[in-house]
């Protein structure tokens, strides 16, 4: 086990536990799909958490459990001590294929988000342009989503779910359908973006590189049933730009021990925290 610094807990994942239904052709006797098993984890606020797991281990079911938009069959989810039934303000989620509405423009796709959360129309305007500053996108307000790129889409996405100003950001593969270049400038738009407005941030991947380059710790989850195999501290500095994080003494270290992990559940040195 590591020893975490004294530090407030934003989020707790507390011996929770996700099946689903069995379908009805396995028959009346069957058992509930367990998907997610006892996962403990505990994020801290302020915290960038990065979370990685083979493809069905459970890590949009989740993320979706943080977001309060499915309840846990065991155990529960806790925010602020507070056991979480349902959505809120304070959170808010990216997922993976955008969601934005292809026959509104840029400008009111965001405009919805705030008007959802009740944001007076008065402010919008102001919050809009603000934060399609925040990713470069002050040129594209009027456009719609099929006038965009994958990266702008996401882009988008990501300043819709920053105009709420969410004290939690929950993003669930937001670059995976990236190029590479797009992805690791956005990687960096994100570092910085979490730096200056003090967010949790729970972010899913696949990608060991991505983990390594954002996290400041990277949960990584078996499948079958989806639990949490272990816990790394990673050793880099928050601000360090993702050069000096690749180059760093022990990236190609972890990079290995999580990849071992990742294939071989049972090569985790430590006990999930
Ligand atoms: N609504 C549902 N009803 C029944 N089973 C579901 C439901 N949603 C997800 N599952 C099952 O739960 C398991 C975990 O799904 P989930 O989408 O959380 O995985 P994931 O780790 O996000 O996978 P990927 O990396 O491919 O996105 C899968 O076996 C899936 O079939
Ligand atoms: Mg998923």
Redesign the pocket.
């Given at each position: 086990m590591t020893t975490q610094p004294a530090r407030p807990i934003r989020l707790r994942f507390e011996n929770l536990s996700?099946s689903?239904?069995a379908?009805v052709r396995a028959g009346r006797n069957a058992t509930g799909?367990l998907?997610?098993k006892d996962i403990e984890l505990d994020v801290f606020e302020g915290e960038f958490l990065v979370i990685v797991?083979?493809?069905?281990?459970?890590?949009?079911?989740?993320?979706?459990l943080a977001a309060g938009l499915?309840l846990p069959t065991g155990g529960r989810m806790v925010l602020d001590g507070r056991t979480v039934t349902k959505p809120g303000p304070e959170r808010s989620v990216v997922f993976?294929n955008y969601a934005l509405f292809p026959w509104k423009t840029v400008f009111d796709n965001i405009a919805f988000a705030l008007a959802a959360a009740g944001v007076p129309r008065r402010t919008q305007y102001e919050r809009v342009r603000r934060v399609l500053a925040l990713v470069g996108l002050e040129d594209a307000a009027d456009r719609y989503p099929h006038q965009l790129s994958g990266g702008m889409k996401q882009r988008v996405a990501i300043a819709r779910s920053l105009s709420v100003e969410p004290e939690v950001l929950l993003m669930?593969?937001p670059f995976g359908a990236l190029d590479a270049q797009t992805r690791e400038d956005l990687q960096v738009e994100l570092r910085r973006l979490w730096r200056r407005n003090n967010m949790t941030i729970i972010f899913?991947t696949?990608d060991i590189d991505e983990a390594l380059s954002l996290g400041q710790r990277v949960a990584v989850?078996g499948?079958a049933p989806?639990r949490v195999v272990d816990v790394v501290q990673l050793p880099f500095q928050p601000d360090a730009a993702v050069d000096e994080i690749r180059t760093h003494p022990e990236y190609g270290e972890l990079r290995r021990y999580i990849r071992a992990v990742l294939s071989h559940p049972d090569a985790a040195t430590q006990a999930a925290v």
């Open positions: 996700k689903y239904p379908t799909n998907v997610l797991g083979p493809s069905g281990c459970g890590k949009s079911t989740l993320l979706d499915s993976q669930d593969e899913i696949h989850m499948r989806g």
